[in-house]
């Protein structure tokens, strides 16, 4: 530790080690985390994140070594109340009741009231007070399901303080954000910061951690690499800790579609407007071995814009053109023989069957080249699915495993794969590297310039403005409708054109 | 983060294909224990429960439970139900038999061809098949609710149609599937092994079997992996009613006769089979091998209540109570397969 202080640390973990059978999977950690600090847990998946926050939670109990809040030991693991009046944590799908109304929520395990009935006033006021505090504009009485993710997690930070935790922990909370609703968090966080309250911050995006926290930790293999508080955050240390023995990270994408702008495009879109309105009046064309990106807020239609090419979303007017032929919309299949790959926004929702082995979901788009007359050999199956598992670098290497059991990365690695089995003559990537570390984010990025240069058509649409600055044509989509073009853009130009700051 | 994934490591599971298939064989067994015990409590209340005439009897009275388990088997692997399919078993073979026979013996006097009222027994359950396959998928109604309501529908038709009656006097085209033997084993067993083993075939090699796991397990990707959803759940529907409707016209053949409430209450002991076997109601799990495990436990139980001597109105709460032991046993003697 390089923080002497006199002040009792909010959480101290002392010495803390971990083993899973064969898998060590934390040595020796030890931590300290002062009242107030902003925390950064930093490491590539497996590195011993997971468990470590499963340590602060009470879901695991150290093999050796303690975990301390305010120099009191930790409860013991079956105390859960007493754990959760310590810690509270926030996931990036905040775990809620979706059936249930934002005031229910807010009280969930401690509904205000006599005994066994509810005082549904109480609650409904109380619900208003904390709404008010946290400047969220929604109605209590409203269902939960009908706030956007950002305030649901909002709403679970908000509960958790108000019934007295001091302790937040952040998993991966941006994921499923966009930028707006990622710096109020942010503010939120700050503000929280200021009155006392301690947060440890778990993220992939290193600049997310020098924007906000002020000490951090980077774990690898189990072993804490180093903790540091202060400007040393800031420094390239942090970089430079997380990718030891790694290769540095290729950014821009060379596009070998330069040359080749006046060849006829692999796809086009025709003045492309959907049933019912997520995007309208949508023209683009595509070139062999070209990369285009497409940028926009949440809500801009740019997912729609990927989802209609991939068939799962029907055109009401306008067209999509692949080698200059009309796909007939909303039939995934016909996408698929037109050379349409897809690799969907959300892999939990729409990517991967998870109990099913990796080789049935990645030939899943090909049953009908497998088994042309409706049965299959599953040998031919193993075989088409090991030479994706080595096309996308898939650990561990394993047709027969279920893809559930699979790292995140691995898992996205999987759907890019089923994406890539029919050979694409295009590909439509919707956040691809979301939510994955680094090392396989660097593979997807590998495969994406393979295809590139095997002559494929590649769409990417992201959130990530980092993830777009790989691409040297951006498009940004505003209100469903295609609202600038930039040319090598900057980060500032995209920022820029997401915001409308013309 | 996921937090699984640490543990996740450390199990070698998948690691040989052989392996793996021995050891999903053997979940999947776990019916056997159950099976083995009630046939020894057999063995031991009654000589007459190890011989073949008795062991044969079991087979024949539980193919047309076989074959409805087969079709609602495929229907709980997409996560969707249908307990329409019992009274399907019941209507199907009644509108083809009061369309068959003279109008002085309850029919409508049309007396068609038995083969035509063959095919129109299949006919009318393909088409009920489709039919609550359309409401389930294009109008998206509960298939719970649905197949409710299409379950007191179809049996009231039964009723209607039928006013109450027996309808005997079938031809013998109409019969034969039901009451032949073939090399002195009834044809029904031999039709619904056959069943069975094509099912399990179509589970593990055909594209419309895999597409029934991947529906069940996760609709959304298996329709963004361009699977086409609406149309395998709908077939789905309609190969189960077909199924249901055969089994009807097997009933009736065993019967020698068709009565309105052919089929009533089958829809339990089916879904308790498929439970019992592995069959899991959420969708994108099981196996048919579990499944016909389980119709072999619920027939064996059956047989040997009846041989046991089992006061007849107490013979239910003990089948009841079975069902659950078996679930108990399943639950915690295995963890479910998972393809």
């Known amino acids: ?502 | 983060m996921n937090s699984a994934r640490t543990t996740v490591i450390t199990v070698p599971s998948g690691r040989s294909p052989f392996l793996g298939s021995v050891v999903r064989n053997v979940r999947e067994l776990s019916v056997l224990p159950g099976l083995i015990i009630v046939a020894v409590i057999g063995a031991i209340v009654s000589p007459a429960f190890l011989t073949a005439p008795n062991l044969t009897l079991i087979l024949r009275q539980s193919a047309e439970l076989g074959i409805v388990v087969i079709g609602l088997t495929f229907i709980l692997l997409t996560g969707k139900l249908d307990i329409s399919l019992e009274s399907t078993v019941g209507l199907a073979p009644m509108v083809a038999a009061w369309l068959l026979i003279p109008a002085a013996m309850g029919g409508l006097g049309t007396m068609i061809n038995p083969f035509v009222a063959i095919l129109l027994t299949l006919v009318i359950g393909a088409l009920i098949g489709l039919f609550n396959g359309l409401l389930v998928v294009k109008v998206k109604l509960d298939p719970f609710i649905v197949s409710l309501a299409m379950l007191i529908l179809l049996r009231g038709i039964t009723l209607g149609v039928s006013q109450g009656k027996t309808l005997a006097g079938l031809p013998d085209a109409f019969r034969y599937i039901g009451s032949a033997r073939w090399f002195g084993v009834p044809a029904a067993i031999w039709v619904t092994g056959i069943l069975f083993v094509i099912a399990a075939l179509v589970l593990r090699y055909a594209a419309w079997g895999r597409a029934l796991y991947a529906i069940g397990g996760n609709a959304d990707a298996a329709r963004a992996a361009g699977i086409r959803v609406d149309a395998v759940l709908i077939t789905t529907f309609i190969v189960a009613s077909t199924l249901a409707s055969f089994a009807g016209l097997m009933l009736a053949g065993r019967l020698a006769s068709v009565t309105s409430g052919m089929g009533q209450n089958l829809i339990f002991s089916a879904l308790a089979a498929a439970v019992i076997g592995g069959v899991q109601l959420t969708g994108g799990q099981g196996r048919i091998v579990g499944a016909l495990l389980g119709v072999l436990l619920l027939g064996t139980l059956t047989n040997v209540l009846t041989l046991a001597g089992v006061p007849t109105f107490w013979i239910n709460a003990v089948y009841g109570g079975v069902i659950l032991l078996a679930l108990f046993v399943g639950r915690f003697g295995a963890r479910p397969s998972r393809t």
């Not at chain 1, 985390?33 to 997971?50: C, F, T």
């Not at chain 1, 700050?190 to 778990?202: C, K, M, P, R, S």
């Not at chain 1, 590909?427 to 994955?436: K, N």
Request: one cysteine or more; aromatic letters at 4%.
């Open chain 1, 1 to 502: 530790m390089t923080t002497p202080s006199t002040t009792v640390p909010a959480i101290q973990i002392d010495r803390v080690s971990k083993t899973y059978g064969a898998t060590k999977a934390l040595q020796d950690v030890s931590v300290s985390i002062l009242p107030g600090q902003v925390h950064g847990l930093i490491g590539r998946n497996g590195a011993g994140k997971s468990t470590l926050l499963r340590m602060i939670t009470g879901l695991e109990t150290p093999d050796t070594g303690a975990v301390r809040f305010f120099g009191e030991e930790a409860p013991p693991a079956s105390d859960a109340k007493a754990w959760q009046q310590r810690v509270a944590c926030v996931y990036q799908r905040p775990s809620v009741f979706t059936n249930l109304t934002i005031a229910e929520n807010l009280f969930a395990g401690r509904l205000p009231g006599n005994g066994p009935s509810v005082s549904w006033r109480t609650m409904q006021n109380e619900a208003e007070r904390i709404l008010s505090e946290w400047r969220i504009d929604l109605d209590p009485k409203s269902l939960l399901s009908d706030a956007p993710i950002e305030e649901r997690q909002m709403l679970t930070i908000a509960k958790a303080l108000d019934a007295g935790t001091r302790i937040v922990l952040l998993d991966e909370p941006t994921v499923q954000l966009e930028g707006s609703a990622i710096r109020r968090l942010f503010d939120k966080v700050q503000e929280l910061q200021d009155d006392g309250v301690t947060f440890v911050f778990v993220s992939h995006f290193l600049r997310e951690v020098t924007a906000i926290c002020d000490s951090a930790s980077v774990l690898r293999d189990g072993k804490l690499l180093w903790s540091r508080t202060g400007d040393d955050v800031k420094s390239d240390d942090l970089v430079e800790a997380l990718l030891a023995g790694q290769e540095q990270r290729r950014h821009r994408v060379e596009s070998a579609a330069a040359t080749a702008t006046d060849t006829a495009p692999a796809l086009e879109l025709r003045s492309a407007t959907e049933k019912g309105g997520a995007f309208t009046d949508v023209s683009f064309r595509v070139a062999p071995g070209e990369l285009v990106a497409i940028g926009g807020v949440g809500g801009s239609g740019k997912y729609s814009v990927g989802e209609a090419i991939a068939g799962l979303r029907r055109l009401g007017s306008g067209s999509v053109l692949a080698d200059g032929e009309v796909i007939p919309t909303g039939k995934v299949k016909a996408s698929q023989k037109a050379g349409v790959g897809f690799v969907p926004a959300d892999r939990h929702k729409d990517g991967y069957v998870p109990q099913l082995s990796v080789a049935e979901n990645m030939t899943m788009g090909v049953m009908d080249r497998l088994a042309p007359a409706g049965f299959f050999s599953p040998r031919k199956q193993n075989e088409m699915s090991r030479t994706l598992i080595q096309d996308v670098a898939l650990v561990p290497p394993n047709p027969a495993l279920a893809v559930s059991g699979l790292s995140g990365g691995n898992q996205q690695k999987v759907v890019l794969a089923r994406a890539l089995a029919r050979d694409p003559r295009v590909l439509v990537l919707i956040s691809p590297t979301a939510g994955v570390d680094i090392a396989a984010k660097d593979a997807i990025y590998a495969l994406i310039l393979r295809a590139l240069a095997d002559g494929v058509a590649v769409v990417l649409i992201s959130d990530d403005v980092e993830e777009l600055l790989v691409s040297s044509r951006v498009l940004i989509m505003r209100e469903g409708r295609i609202a600038a073009e930039l040319a090598e853009p900057t980060e500032e130009d995209i920022v820029r054109a997401i915001e409308g700051l013309e």
